[in-house]
């Protein structure tokens, strides 16, 4: 990055000495990597990552050389860090962001609070009992982590799918609607310097129930000074859920609120030319709208993600580059235009 800008200092002096033409093209030169390219119009681009994958040089060679920002994909859940109660456990997660900042690399906390991925221990507890664990947990974890987070996922999926526009049945849930607002408290106090994120999916279409129920959270905390930050919208694309054609709409509705967005787990199922297109309509929608802040993928290469068959990521299982990269850092490199 230092070397970028020193290349854009002398393209500088050499316009302001009338030797260059001015032009945007030659102001900032293109970014040759994701993470450059984003740099430009003030956006990161981060990747979702797991930590026994630190060990294949094919992987972190594209990690390294790409992305900005980490978010750990499974290491920081409920499961992996507190597996027994009072009992924290924080080697993956540790290694995750070890490799980052051994690198100058970002990382996004994911996720102090979800429905899944709990420990057997927290699933059979409720009421005070609850409430008080689940609360412990957030301020133990966020603590631990202090001034290393840039931004937590302090709740993840707290809302119901299907058109009621309610909260999701949960054992969190069950201890009274005010817990989301409570968990963002302690995380707050816990690390006062991260931002603090709710994040979901299916809420990229605006006109979903479910995005307008997160928007109405989101607004009432604002409203009411509890302390949110972000919105991530995971934006996972399928088939079934394309992009939708009110995306920028919605990252733009949810800006409105004042709080950042970012899309925290983005990935696009399919192939081709069809692929790159839908990864180029969402990385512009979010250059559209100043407070979308950065994108990550989930995952590196199609291999490692989730749902592999899918081949929803940016490089093949081989590390190649595909269309969907090449669509991907040309936007990026063309920059916010509205
Ligand atoms: C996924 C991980 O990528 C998988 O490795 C794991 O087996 C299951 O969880 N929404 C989320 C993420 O918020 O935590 C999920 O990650 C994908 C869906």
Known sequence: MRKSWSISLVTASLVAAGVLPVSPAVAAPPGATLAAAAERGGRYFGAGVQSYKLADPAYTAILDREFAVVTPENEMKLDATEPVRGRFSFGPADRIVAHAEQRGMRVRGHTLLWHSAQPSWLAALQGT???DAMLNHVTQVAAHFRG???AWDVVNEAFADGTSGARRDSNFQRTGDDWI???????RAADPDAKLCYNDYNIENRAHAKTQAVHRMVRDFRQRGVPIDCVGLQSHFTATHPVPADFEA???DFADLGVEVQLTELDVEGSGATQAEDYRRVVRACLAV?????ITVWGV????????SATPLLFDANGVKKPAYTAVLDTLNRGPCR
């Open 129 to 131: 009992a609850l409430r």
């Open 148 to 150: 290393r987070v840039q």
């Open 181 to 187: 607002e409570a968990a963002f408290r302690a995380a």
């Open 250 to 252: 919605t990252l733009r």
């Open 290 to 294: 100043d407070r979308c802040t950065g």
């Open 301 to 308: 290469r199609d291999s490692d993600s989730w749902r592999s």
